[in-house]
């Protein structure tokens, strides 16, 4: 079972930057497709980032050029020049070699001034 905790949410002004964590139980980062998910209310779910087990990385329009995901000891999601249309709830999932992914709870993501 693989259980995943995101951190680094919180709130920013517009402008700001963030950094997002998440780490993850076992070695999984080298085998599973990693990705930043975020859901602001009233909004469908976003895919904002994916890196792959070899470390090709891709990004949502929305957020080229700003945002960027990276690994090491946990996947992480440096996210700068945040606006308010950045604010959500952000997850990251862990996408196995079945297709089947797992989700962690959330972190929030405030950006306002």
């Known amino acids: 079972q693989v259980q995943l905790v995101e951190s680094g949410g919180g709130e920013v002004q517009p402008g700001g930057s963030l950094r997002l964590a998440c780490s993850a139980s076992?070695?999984?980062?080298?085998?599973?497709?990693m990705s930043w998910y975020r859901q602001a209310p009233g909004n469908e779910r976003e895919k904002v980032a994916t890196?792959?087990?070899?470390g090709s990385t891709s990004y949502a329009d929305s957020v080229k050029g700003r945002f960027t995901i990276s690994k090491g000891h946990a996947v992480f999601l440096q996210m700068n020049d945040l606006t308010p249309a950045d604010t959500a709830v952000y997850y990251c999932?862990?996408?196995?070699?079945?297709?089947?992914?797992?989700w962690g709870q959330g972190t929030q993501v405030t950006v306002s001034s």
């Open positions: 076992g070695s999984i980062f080298n085998f599973y497709d």
């Open positions: 999932t862990a996408k196995d070699l079945a297709g089947f992914s797992y």
């Open positions: 890196i792959a087990p070899g």
